[in-house]
C-alpha cells in the first residue's frame, strides 16, 4: 500500500501541470510512497500531453485519468477517490505546488498522533513571482509560521466549536491530508456539477473528525492565478447559485447524521453563516450579484430552516452578526438592490471573505 495518495483534477493548466507534479515527484518522501492520481477533466489545451508524458516516467507512482466529459472538480475529485488506495488522501489544484519535505512532515506527524486529519498551511504566490522565478521556486523551504503544532482531541461540543471557530480550520481540502478509512467510513464526496463543491466533502470531515491535528507550517503554496474559479465564476452567472446547492445538501447530511439534533446550536451556525454570508460574500467578490428575487430567497431560506437563530449563543457572539441581522432582515425590493450591496460591503470589510 502506498502511504499517501493525491489527487489531482486537471482542466487547461498547461502552464502549471508540469511544476505541480514535478514538486510531487521530488518529495523527499520518496515518488515510490506515492500514488498520485491525475485526471483530466476533458482539458482542451495540451495538459493531457503532460500528464501521459509524467505517467510514462513515473508508472508505479502516476496514474492518469481522462475523462470524456467535462464534469468539473467535484466530481472529478469523486471520480479519482474511487482510485485511491493509499493509506492516507490529500487533494492539491493543478496549478498549486507542496513544498519539498511536506508529505514526510505530514506523513510522519499523521503516524505519529494517529490523527484522522492533519492540517497545515498555506502561503499565496503572486503571478510576478512565479513568472520571475520559475521552477526555482520549487526549492522555496520556508516554512515556518513561529507558530507551535496543535493537536486537538474532539471529545465533546465544546472542542468541536473551537475546531470550527477557533482558527483551527477553513473549509478548502487542499490545506490536509486524511486517512483513507475516515473518509470511506463517513462517505466524503464533493458536490458535483458546480464550482463550489469543497465544503461538502470538508464540513462532514469536521463534524466527525474526532482527532485533528494542526501543522502550524507553511507546506502548501497557492498559486494566485487571475484565471482559476473565481474569474471562471465571475463570467457565468448562472453558477451564482452553487453555493446553496451546496449547503442544501449539506443541510440534508446533517440530518440524516444527527448534527441537527445532537449538536443544534453549532450546526445552526455553521449553516446561517456559510449558506447566507457565503452565498452573498464570495459571489460578491467574484463579481456575482443576487437580484431582488435572489435575496429573498436567501433570507426566507435561512428563516424557515431555523427561525430561532437569533438565541443561538454562537452567532451572537461573533463580530458580524450585527450585520448579518441587519441583512437578513432588510426587506429588498428591485429599488433597494444596490443599498443591500453596500451595507453589505461593510459586513464583507469586517468578516473578510466568507467563513
Keep these: 500500500m502506498k502511504k499517501i495518495s493525491i489527487l489531482i483534477p486537471v482542466y487547461n493548466t498547461e502552464k502549471y501541470i508540469n511544476r505541480c507534479v514535478m514538486s510531487l515527484v521530488r518529495q523527499s518522501i520518496g515518488a515510490g510512497e506515492l500514488e498520485i492520481i491525475l485526471i483530466n477533466d476533458v482539458s482542451v489545451d495540451n495538459s493531457l500531453e503532460y500528464?501521459?508524458?509524467?505517467?510514462?516516467?513515473?508508472?508505479?507512482?502516476?496514474?492518469?485519468?481522462?475523462?470524456?466529459?467535462?464534469?468539473?472538480?467535484?466530481?472529478?475529485?469523486?471520480?479519482?477517490?474511487q482510485y485511491a488506495t493509499g493509506e492516507y488522501i490529500a487533494y492539491l489544484d493543478s496549478d498549486d505546488w507542496l513544498v519539498p519535505d511536506a508529505l514526510k512532515l505530514l506523513y510522519e506527524k499523521a503516524k505519529e498522533t494517529d490523527a484522522e486529519i492533519?492540517?497545515?498551511?498555506?502561503?499565496?504566490?503572486?503571478?510576478?513571482?512565479?513568472?520571475?522565478?520559475?521552477?526555482?521556486?520549487?526549492?522555496?523551504?520556508?516554512?515556518?509560521?513561529?507558530?507551535?503544532?496543535?493537536?486537538?482531541?474532539?471529545?465533546?461540543?465544546?472542542?468541536?466549536?473551537?475546531?470550527?471557530?477557533?482558527?483551527?480550520?477553513?473549509?478548502?481540502?487542499?490545506?490536509?491530508?486524511?486517512?483513507?478509512?475516515?473518509?470511506?467510513?463517513?462517505?466524503?464526496?464533493?458536490?458535483?456539477?458546480?464550482?463550489?463543491?469543497?465544503?461538502?466533502?470538508?464540513?462532514?470531515?469536521l463534524m466527525n473528525v474526532r482527532s485533528y491535528y494542526l501543522m502550524n507550517k507553511y507546506l502548501h503554496r497557492y498559486s494566485d492565478n487571475p484565471m482559476g474559479?473565481?474569474?471562471?465564476?465571475?463570467?457565468?452567472?448562472?453558477?451564482?447559485?452553487?453555493?446553496?446547492?451546496?449547503?442544501?445538501?449539506?443541510?440534508?447530511?446533517f440530518k440524516k447524521e444527527g448534527s441537527l439534533k445532537n449538536e443544534p446550536e453549532l450546526t445552526e451556525a455553521v449553516f446561517v453563516l456559510n449558506y447566507f454570508n457565503r452565498s452573498l460574500i464570495n459571489n460578491h467578490v467574484c463579481g456575482l450579484k443576487y437580484d431582488a428575487d435572489g435575496i429573498r430567497?436567501?433570507?426566507?431560506?435561512?428563516?424557515?430552516?431555523?427561525?430561532?437563530?437569533?438565541?443561538?449563543?454562537?452567532?451572537?457572539?461573533?463580530?458580524?452578526?450585527?450585520?448579518?441581522?441587519?441583512?437578513?432582515?432588510?426587506?429588498?425590493?428591485?429599488?433597494?438592490?444596490?443599498?443591500?450591496?453596500?451595507?453589505?460591503?461593510?459586513?464583507?470589510?469586517?468578516?473578510?471573505?466568507?467563513?
Aim: proline share 2%; hydrophobic share 35%.
Design 51 to 81: 500528464l501521459y508524458a509524467w505517467e510514462k516516467e513515473f508508472p508505479e507512482s502516476i496514474c492518469v485519468i481522462n475523462l470524456t466529459e467535462n464534469v468539473k472538480q467535484g466530481a472529478a475529485r469523486n471520480i479519482a477517490l
Design 229 to 253: 474559479t473565481c474569474s471562471n465564476l465571475s463570467q457565468k452567472q448562472e453558477h451564482i447559485h452553487d453555493n446553496e446547492i451546496t449547503w442544501m445538501q449539506l443541510y440534508d447530511i
Design 297 to 355: 430567497h436567501l433570507q426566507k431560506t435561512t428563516k424557515r430552516l431555523f427561525p430561532h437563530y437569533r438565541d443561538n449563543p454562537i452567532l451572537i457572539n461573533m463580530r458580524s452578526c450585527p450585520y448579518m441581522e441587519k441583512l437578513l432582515n432588510v426587506s429588498v425590493d428591485e429599488g433597494s438592490v444596490e443599498s443591500f450591496y453596500a451595507a453589505l460591503m461593510e459586513w464583507e470589510r469586517v468578516v473578510g471573505n466568507g467563513v
Design 118 to 205: 492533519t492540517a497545515y498551511l498555506s502561503k499565496d504566490v503572486s503571478v510576478e513571482e512565479q513568472e520571475a522565478r520559475g521552477d526555482a521556486i520549487l526549492l522555496d523551504n520556508d516554512i515556518e509560521s513561529g507558530l507551535d503544532d496543535e493537536y486537538l482531541e474532539i471529545r465533546d461540543i465544546t472542542d468541536r466549536i473551537v475546531l470550527f471557530f477557533g482558527g483551527k480550520s477553513q473549509r478548502g481540502c487542499w490545506d490536509k491530508m486524511y486517512k483513507r478509512d475516515f473518509v470511506i467510513k463517513h462517505d466524503l464526496k464533493y458536490t458535483e456539477g458546480v464550482f463550489d463543491e469543497e465544503s461538502r466533502f470538508t464540513i462532514p470531515a
